[in-house]
């Protein structure tokens, strides 16, 4: 059977993740769980999170899970959502704390003299809403949906990806931003595919299928 760990450290979207993993891959099994063990045995890890960056590495660290995250980082088909991608990076300026290290770049605020539309309206920040996503290239969990596509988002901080070759996707909000990346079994998003409809259900989908 398909187990699927769903990284609970306190933080996140944990049971919406779960009913939409179910929904899309009725045969997994799905834990939501804090146990290290759990996420070490499990054949895929999903990690989601919204919150403020320092609040999620404390509690990560205060559960135990961060090596049993880093290590699912490189050995098993891997998706994080919103904080679970921006904590693979190495430092955020999001109370200037340190992420997981697993990617290289790092994580920056919106810059406020920037937000400004293509109307020239200002632009409010966090960044909330539905917004194009604009593909890098081909990947497996974008197999069924377009380029362009709209998905929802939540946050006041982006990616600033440390080489171009691990940006799948970007965004514009004021300015162009990374919103998805990708390496090996690793695969991150910015946005929130539990909230985007179809085209959410449609990556996580994907997601239960690959074989990176």
């Given at each position: 059977?398909?187990?699927v ?11 919406s ?5 179910e929904?899309?891959?009725r045969d997994?099994?799905i ?7 759990e996420v070490?045995?499990a054949d895929?890890v999903?990690?989601p999170g919204q ?5 999620c590495?404390?509690?990560l660290?205060?559960?135990?899970l961060?090596?049993a995250?880093?290590e699912a980082?490189?050995a098993?088909?891997f998706?994080?959502?919103c ?15 340190a992420g997981?290290g ?5 994580v920056?605020?919106f810059?406020?003299e920037?937000m400004?539309?293509a ?8 960044h909330?809403?539905?917004?194009e996503v ?10 069924g949906i377009?380029?362009g596509t709209?998905f929802y988002?939540v946050?006041s ?7 171009p070759s691990?940006?799948?996707a970007?965004?514009?909000y004021?300015?162009?931003?990374t ?11 910015q946005?929130?595919p539990?909230?985007?409809a179809?085209a ?5 989908g994907n ?6």
């Amino acid at each position: 059977m398909n187990t699927v760990a769903i990284v609970d450290y306190g933080m996140g979207n944990l049971r919406s993740v779960a009913k939409a993993i179910e929904h899309v891959a009725r045969d997994a099994r799905i834990l939501v769980t804090s146990d290290p063990k759990e996420v070490a045995a499990a054949d895929r890890v999903v990690v989601p999170g919204q919150g403020a960056m320092p609040d999620c590495m404390r509690e990560l660290d205060a559960r135990g899970l961060r090596d049993a995250v880093i290590e699912a980082t490189q050995a098993r088909p891997f998706l994080g959502i919103c904080i679970g991608l921006q904590m693979l990076f190495g430092a955020s300026e999001e109370g200037n704390v340190a992420g997981l290290g697993v990617l290289p770049g790092q994580v920056r605020r919106f810059p406020r003299e920037q937000m400004v539309g293509a109307d020239g309206s200002r632009l409010k920040v966090p960044h909330m809403g539905w917004n194009e996503v604009n593909q890098a290239g081909p990947h497996a969990l974008w197999e069924g949906i377009a380029s362009g596509t709209r998905f929802y988002f939540v946050h006041s901080y982006y990616v600033e990806a440390g080489g171009p070759s691990l940006i799948a996707a970007f965004s514009v909000y004021g300015i162009p931003f990374t919103c998805a990346v990708a390496k090996d079994n690793i695969f991150a998003v910015q946005f929130h595919p539990e909230k985007s409809a179809d085209a959410g259900l449609k990556l996580l989908g994907n997601f239960m299928r690959w074989k990176p």
